[in-house]
């Protein structure tokens, strides 16, 4: 029995010491040379074949946006993306609605103001000298008030009994006086002898002036117009920018110089491109110029009488904001004595209930209000039509 057991054991040892050689043979066994030569990694590829994995749409993607293969053997081109779609802006009928509520909400705290205390059964002296107050207030101005409150005293002595409806329509035809409704309120940009009519923006810098720039060029486009916009503010870095902005939206071409270059010179351009391009109508912006500034009014004066040499201006459109009030006036009237003013633009006039503003500023300089600002929108620019603008103050 011991003699099994001890032949087992032998056997066993045997085996573990066979099994060792093997495994020290594979780990001795040599690795397999390296490649004799390294690839050129700047050498093209090879061609694809027919077996080669197809192209992904991905590559095809890129393919399609970065060149473009011509059959002559020609370098590739690069294909140009395509314009961004021009806004089509609304029709100005389209927007008077809108912007006819929008007045209503914002001024008719005047009208309300002046019906109710026109209501009181007894109109001693105090009542007609909280009248004028409300009218002050608004911004009527001194001799327009007077002239509306007399004629108010006279119709109400003469009336006697009266009706809402008779107050109304009262105080409504003494407004219509005085804001004015035989005026003609149409912006000139149509010449009969000749083309492109001329548009020159004056204003101070913070009335909207840059931008009701572009807001009546989306009028202009609007109405089937072609318009080239100068912008000759080069004093302020972001002014043609801005400008330039606009134009893109409605498709009008937008000359700029340097900045802080010559604006006559820049208005000059607008002028000569415009006339070049058979365009409609040239809208030219000037820098918001500080009223107190002598040497800077008289540079105004110098862009109107360069761009003259080109052709009359056949308007000249005073930017106002609405909200400066009297202040509004100083301004006024230092640029009509620089450059002869035939238009006024109201803008912020959907801030403030200080609606008589449109009166004094007419009063103060000889000339209409032709158009009004009511909004941030980029619609928001619409002709002003008295019978509106009142029905507006003092509600329908």
Known sequence: METVILAVVIAVVVLGALGGLVVGSRRKKPLPPPPTSVPDITAPPAEPHVGDEAET?????????????????????????????LDVPEPTAGRLVRLRSRLSRSQNALGKG???????EHLDEDTWEEIEDILLTADVGVAPTQELVDGLRERVKVLGTRTPQELRTLLREELLKLVGTDVDRTVKTEPEDRKPGIVMVVGVNGTGKTTTTGKLA??????????VLG????????????????????????VRGPEAGDPASVAFDAVKEGKEMGVDVVLIDTAGRLHTKTGLMD????????????????EILLVLDATTGQNGL?????????????GIVLTKLDGTAKGGIVIAVQRELGVPVKLIGLGEGADDLAPFEPEAFVDALIGE
Do not use: C, M, N, Y
């Open 114 to 120: 002046l019906l109710t205390l026109l209501s009181r």
């Open 231 to 254: 912008a000759a503010d080069t004093f302020r870095a972001a002014a043609a920018d801005q400008l330039q902005t606009w134009g893109e939206r409605v498709g009008a071409h937008t």
């Open 330 to 342: 100083v301004q006024a009237r230092v640029f009509a004595e620089v450059v002869d003013i035939t």
């Open 299 to 314: 540079e105004l004066g110098k862009v109107k009488r360069v761009v003259e040499k080109h052709a009359p201006l056949d």
């Open 57 to 85: 749409p991905r590559d095809e993607a890129r393919r399609t946006i970065e060149e473009v293969d011509l059959p002559d053997g020609s370098a590739p081109v690069a294909v140009e993306e395509p314009p961004a779609a």
């Open 218 to 227: 989306r009028v202009l486009v609007a109405d089937g117009r072609t318009v």
